[in-house]
C-alpha cells in the first residue's frame, strides 16, 4: 500500500467502521473481542503506525502465557536470528499474549541443554528448545512433563515419546534432497565427504540416512568417504577439509549436515576448490551467504523460521490452553533451496 496507512485503511481492511477501530485503540468503550482481534489483525496487514497499540487492546483481556526457549551457540548468527524470529512472532500473534524467557545452552554436551532446561522448571508454563537426544535431556524433559510443563523439540528431534512435539523440517527429506541436488551439481565421478555435528543429533543422523539412502538407490556408483564428526566446530571442519582434499584428489562434493560450515567454506575457498567441489550446507547465514555470492558454496538449505517460529507459538498455545497430548507428534515445515541466483 502507497503511502502512510490511514485509521480507515485499518477500518476498510478489518470491515467495520472508524468509530470502530477508533474505539480499539483507544479504549473508550468495550468492543467483541473477536471485533478487536480483527482490528488488530487488519491494522498489522495495512502497516498502520498504531498497530501494536491496537494490538495490546485487543488482547488486554486474554491471560499471558509463558514460554521458556532453549537455543544452542548463543554469538552463532543463525541462533540469533531465530531467538529474534521467535520474539517477532510473540509480539504478532493475533490470538494470544505472549512473554517469552530465552536462555542458551553454555555447551553442546547432554549435561549443558539438560541443566538449562531443567532450569525452567517453575518459572515457566511450557519449553521450546533445540537440543540432542540423550538420556539426560530425556530425563530432564521427563521431569519437566511431570510437573505439569509441556516440552517441545526445533530442529532436531529428542526425547520422543516424551516431548509434546517436534518442530522443524523433515530431516530425511531434507538429506534426500541434499543427495538429490548433489548428484545433479556434481561436475565429475567422484568421492563425497558428509559431516554431521556427532552421534547425538537425531536430526543429522537423519539427514545422514537420507542423504546415503538416495545414493544407495539412484547412484550406488559414487563411493563415501567415512562420515565426519565435526563437532559443530568451524576449527575442525576446516582442518578435516583440507585434509581430505588432499588425501582424495578426486573429491567432488562435501555435505554439512549441522554446524560447523564455515570451516568447510574457508576450506574450499583457500584450496581454490570453488566450482569444482560440490558443498551443500544448512542455514543461510552470512557466511554461508558470501559462500554463495562467491561460488564456493553451491546450494543452502535453510529453515524457514518465520513460518516455524509461528507453528512453534500456535503448537504450545494450543496445548497450554487445551492440555497436553496423549500422543505426540511432529509438525514440519520444508526447507528453503537457496542458490547463488536466489540471492
Known sequence: MAGRSTIEDVARAAGVSVATVDRVLNGR????????????EAAEAVGYHAAPAIRARALAHVPELHLGIVLQKERHAFYQDFAGRLEAAARLDPLRRWRLTVRFSPGQSPADFAETMAGMAGKVQAVAATGIDHHDVTSAVAMLRGRGIPVFSMLSDFAAGVREAYLGTNNLKTGRTAAWLMHRIMQQSGKIALFIGGHRFHGHDLREAGFRSYFRECAPEIPFLDTMINLETRQLTY???????????????????????????????????????????????????????????????ATPLQPLSADVLSAVGHVLEHGMAENPGQRFVNALVVTPESL
Not at 574457508?266 to 566450482?275: C, D, F, H, N, S
Open 239 to 301: 582442518e578435516t577439509t583440507l585434509e581430505i582434499a588432499a588425501r582424495h584428489p578426486d573429491l567432488t562434493g562435501i555435505y554439512c549436515a549441522g554446524g560447523g560450515m564455515e570451516g568447510a567454506i574457508a576450506a574450499i575457498q583457500e584450496l581454490g576448490l570453488g566450482g569444482k567441489v560440490a558443498l551443500i550446507v544448512h542455514e543461510l547465514t552470512p557466511e554461508s551467504r558470501q559462500g554463495l555470492m562467491q561460488g564456493v558454496v553451491s546450494v543452502v538449505l
Open 29 to 40: 468503550a468495550r468492543v467483541r473481542e473477536e471485533t478487536a482481534r480483527k482490528v488488530s
